[in-house]
């Protein structure tokens, strides 16, 4: 018996968690960028762990980003488990990036790790 695909709400919520760890390392939106280019730079799904593996060689590198690498690696680990694609994981990937765009001018206070798309939306409208 195969593993589940990652529904669209678990695609949904590890692009929130993202993209508010981001905002919360105060990462530069051309981090997210480049994990969709190195995503894309690759054949199959083994895209998905070539791009985990870059995300965390920036953050070593950059020394900044080591909780939002973490979490990209456990995403795109979990898409790659699940039997996903690099289109899942380009759709996680974008979504992150709306997320991190999003909260711009702002420090959610919500705890990247625990963050579900409801849990942040529900923050930002009680934040304004």
Known sequence: MSAPRLSEKEILDWGARIG??????NLKGSQIENLIASLDSFEGREALLVTAAFAQRQAQRLGTGRSTARLVTQALLDVYEKG????EARKLLGFAKWVYEATAGSRPH???EQVTLESLLKAMVGAR
Request: charged share 40%; proline share 8%.
């Open 20 to 25: 508010v760890s981001a905002r919360v390392e």
């Open 84 to 87: 996903g694609g690099k289109e």
């Open 110 to 112: 919500v705890r990247p």
